[in-house]
Nanobody, 115 residues
């Protein structure tokens, strides 16, 4: 059974940076087809970024140029580097399969951006 554990969230001022991580465990699992999602208060969960089958990264328009997704296959860890953060980026961030989530959701990690 695959398990997802997100970490690295916190409180940051607008314009600041933060990196969140996701450790994938349980069975031998390749994180080539993983992505990041987020859910803001009162809103539906949305896709933020993910790796395509060709290995390139796709980003939501709202984060393009500010966020960077990366991975460490040896550590089964997915990262999301977030720069130039805005209050609208405030959300709980989750990792899951990409382009469609298929793993039981983890608890996520809360990112709060103050203005």
């Amino acid at each position: 059974q695959v398990q997802l554990v997100e970490s690295g969230g916190g409180l940051v001022q607008a314009g600041g940076s933060l990196r969140v991580s996701c450790v994938v465990s349980g069975n031998t699992f390749r994180i080539n087809y993983m992505g990041w999602y987020r859910q803001a208060p009162g809103k539906q969960r949305e896709l933020v970024a993910g790796f395509t089958s060709g290995g390139s990264a796709n980003y939501a328009d709202s984060v393009k140029g500010r966020f960077t997704i990366s991975r460490d296959n040896a550590r089964n860890t997915l990262y999301l580097q977030m720069n130039s953060l805005k209050p609208d980026d405030t959300a709980v961030y989750y990792c899951n399969g990409y382009p469609s989530p298929w793993i039981a959701w983890g608890k996520g990690t809360l990112v709060t951006v103050s203005s």
